[in-house]
């Protein structure tokens, strides 16, 4: 288990733990309920899933939703800030990069 993903056990807030999953580019990634999807990104091991148009890795930066560092494409749905969405069971989510977009 990740060290950034905190067992329901040991919360100091007591949530209860209700398991999900998600795939990025087919592999699925297990996470919790109330996590985003950058957090189940975070927890799998991932540091980043996107590259800028320099080639450079992205992943979180400000992690609220301010700098777009994290988009990916959710349920084909593309350019979503991976900070702000709450990753939902069986979500399908793509990496993206700005030269596959077109963008300069
Ligand atoms: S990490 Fe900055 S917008 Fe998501």
Same mark, same amino acid.
């Given at each position: ?25 087919? +592999?699925?990634? @297990?996470?919790? !309920?109330?996590?985003?999807? &950058?957090?189940?990104?975070? #927890?799998?091991?991932?540091? $980043? ?26 349920? +084909?749905?593309? @350019?979503?800030? !991976?900070?702000?969405?709450? &990753?939902?069971?069986?979500? #399908?989510?793509?990496?993206? $990069? ?7």
């Amino acid at each position: 288990m990740s060290p950034r993903l905190v067992r329901a056990d040991a919360d100091a807030v007591g949530r209860r733990e209700s398991p999900l999953t998600i795939t990025v580019d087919g +592999e699925p990634l @297990d996470g919790v !309920a109330g996590q985003t999807v &950058a957090g189940v990104l975070l #927890a799998s091991g991932r540091r $980043s899933w996107r590259t800028g148009p320099s080639g450079s890795p992205r992943g979180v930066f400000c992690g609220i939703g301010v700098c777009f560092d994290c988009l990916v494409t959710v349920n +084909e749905e593309r @350019d979503v800030r !991976a900070c702000r969405r709450r &990753a939902q069971d069986g979500d #399908a989510v793509t990496t993206q $990069s700005r030269a596959e977009a077109g963008e300069r």
